[in-house]
T-cell receptor
Framework: SQTIHQWPATLVQPVGSPLSLECTVE??????LYWYRQAAGRGLQLLFY??????ISSEVPQNLSASRPQDRQFILSSKKLLLSDSGFYLC?????????FGPGTRLTVT | AQSVAQPEDQVNVAEGNPLTVKCTYS??????LFWYVQYPNRGLQFLLK??????LVKGSYGFEAEFNKSQTSFHLKKPSALVSDSALYFC????????????FGPGTRLSVLP
């Protein structure tokens, strides 16, 4: 069966510091992968998606970037965090129809 | 373009009563429709989907949803609510001609009162 992991689970970082969030998927190959951000326990904002290694599409121009160095690894990064980057970050992979979500990373920028 | 509306920010229901969480959508072509549930500080859990066929689909934890093409709706229902159903619910749509990217609704917070 397929599983999706995210780490860290929680992170507190000062403004201006770098960020790296990691997402890995097991039990499937060449999945479409997604990064979402959820603010204040509400709606989801699609940040990036990837259809393969090295292929990244950005949905919203912002302070963040994404990379896919391996088939089942998706990384969200920032060189300098802003207060507005705080939120709950969710990684997902696409099955034939539905998407499956990881447990999320709670990021607080102080 | 695709869009999803969940007209109610909050739904309150007494335990044991039936519940309905509403969703309407807009998409070109045939829709693929989904419901997810999210508990605090957790990822989204898949509940059910409509792809084709029977308009009434059954999913996890006793939930079901009815696809209504003429009203472009996909309301989530459960005959008897449990306190443990209290959570945030998301409806999502994916048009068959739009690849695998979803559009999510803004979410509806369900509170089941004991």
């Amino acid at each position: 069966s397929q599983t999706i992991h995210q780490w860290p689970a929680t992170l507190v970082q000062p403004v201006g510091s770098p960020l790296s969030l990691e997402c890995t998927v097991e039990g499937t190959s060449n999945p479409n992968l997604y990064w979402y951000r959820q603010a204040a326990g509400r709606g989801l904002q699609l940040l990036f998606y990837s259809v393969g290694i090295g292929q990244i599409s950005s949905e919203v121009p912002q302070n963040l970037s994404a990379s896919r160095p391996q088939d089942r690894q998706f990384i969200l990064s920032s060189k300098k965090l802003l207060l507005s980057d705080s939120g709950f970050y969710l990684c997902a992979w696409a099955g034939i129809y539905e998407q499956y979500f990881g447990p999320g990373t709670r990021l607080t920028v102080t | 373009a695709q869009s999803v509306a969940q007209p109610e920010d909050q739904v309150n229901v007494a335990e044991g009563n039936p519940l309905t969480v509403k969703c309407t959508y807009s998409v070109s072509g045939n829709p693929y429709l989904f419901w997810y549930v999210q508990y605090p500080n957790r990822g989204l859990q898949f509940l059910l989907k409509y792809i084709t066929g029977d308009n009434l689909v059954k999913g996890s934890y006793g939930f079901e949803a009815e696809f209504n093409k003429s009203q472009t709706s996909f309301h989530l229902k459960k005959p008897s609510a449990l306190v443990s159903d209290s959570a945030l619910y998301f409806c999502a749509v994916r048009g068959e001609n739009y690849g695998q990217n979803f559009v999510f609704g803004p979410g509806t917070r369900l509170s089941v009162l004991p």
